[in-house]
């Protein structure tokens, strides 16, 4: 007898313990719900994550929670196509005047991709000295490349800029005959260090922040070679950078439109099946 009576106890005690954990995980299921309707998409996010990681048993909130979720990211791929739309025309409206000192070319050895090179850093205007020079390819990512000319190798992988003693430095770059190649010419020794996307960040962001001040360039990994960056030289990184980042955000915001609306397809989908 005794034991019925514990057993019946516990039962209870369970039923009850049951009870209060679908009454909290309904309440968390509200205030999603709720912030939903206020569009905080992000809060109610939360609030129904809590609610897996806190009544993992409560099917009827769980189920709730699932399609309440949905709803949470089908409004944020409308919202995020809203922006996209929105934007990218601002954005391409703002190319022809950050194009307008550069030319276009088709770069046969990086898979046939259209890149803005500025029209003072052309080679063929750029034979006979040492420079640093830049590039952006259509898809935002910009290039910087560390040329040498001279008598005499001297088989540099990198370079640091400095203004007093503030520094930066690129990664190094050995030789492989694509990124960093050289040639000889009558005499003459020319090596190009390419430095690529994030390679080129740190220096690229030093260049833009620093554009009026005078930058020293030591290239680095071999013999030592100083040069200052000279106004057009430094000018057109800076005309480089602005540019990259105005592309990169094109191409960015045209990525983020196609995949929102392939998830804003499968959501409908869902939400339509349930």
């Known amino acids: 007898m005794r034991n019925i009576v514990i057993g019946i106890v516990l039962a209870a005690l369970a039923l009850s313990s049951c009870n209060s954990n679908g009454k909290k995980a309904q309440q968390r299921l509200d205030m999603a719900k709720a912030m939903y309707e206020r569009a905080e998409y992000a809060a109610a996010k939360m609030q129904i994550d809590s609610i897996r990681i806190l009544y993992p048993k409560e099917v009827s909130a769980l189920k709730g929670g699932l399609i309440l979720m949905r709803q949470v990211e089908q409004k944020e791929s409308e919202r995020n196509i809203a922006f996209c739309d929105s934007m990218m025309p601002i954005k391409i409206a703002q190319l022809p005047e950050l194009e307008k000192n550069f030319v276009y070319e088709i ?146 915001m045209k990525t983020e439109k196609i995949r929102s609306m392939k998830k804003l397809a499968y959501l409908k989908h869902k939400l339509g099946e349930e």
């Open 107 to 252: 770069d046969s050895a990086y898979n046939n991709i259209g890149k803005f090179v500025p029209k003072i850093h052309t080679v063929e205007r750029n034979i006979l000295r040492s420079y640093v020079r830049a590039g952006v390819y259509a898809s935002g990512e910009m290039y910087l490349a560390s040329v040498y000319f001279g008598k005499n190798a001297i088989n540099h992988t990198g370079m640091k800029l400095s203004v007093g003693d503030t520094f930066v430095e690129t990664p190094s770059i050995p030789y492989d005959g694509g990124l960093n190649f050289h040639f000889t010419d009558l005499g003459n020794v020319t090596e190009v260090v390419t430095y690529m996307g994030e390679k080129c960040e740190a220096a690229a962001d030093f260049i833009y922040n620093n554009q009026n001040a005078r930058i020293r360039v030591a290239y680095t990994g071999g013999k030592p070679c100083i040069l200052y960056l000279g106004d057009g030289d430094k000018q057109a990184i800076v005309d480089t950078y602005k540019l990259a980042v105005t592309l990169s955000d094109i191409d960015r």
